[in-house]
């Protein structure tokens, strides 16, 4: 389990779909939680 009360600072990037980048149709988000080196800690999702 990772603890992130270690770290100071975290980047979260929303990672986007073509689909979605090329039509403008809203899906489930998705995001990628980093240190600010870019090492990827977390990947987190929604549900609907």
């Known amino acids: ?3 992130l009360s270690e ?3 975290l980047v979260v ?3 986007v779909e ?3 980048a090329f ?4 899906t489930e988000n998705r995001y990628s939680v ?3 080196d870019g090492e990827q800690l977390l990947y ?3 549900e609907s």
């Open 1 to 3: 389990m990772i603890d």
């Open 23 to 26: 039509t403008g149709i809203e």
């Open 13 to 15: 990037r929303q990672e």
């Open 18 to 20: 073509h689909l979605e």
């Open 34 to 36: 980093l240190t600010p």
């Open 7 to 9: 770290y100071r600072e």
């Open 44 to 46: 987190a999702y929604e």
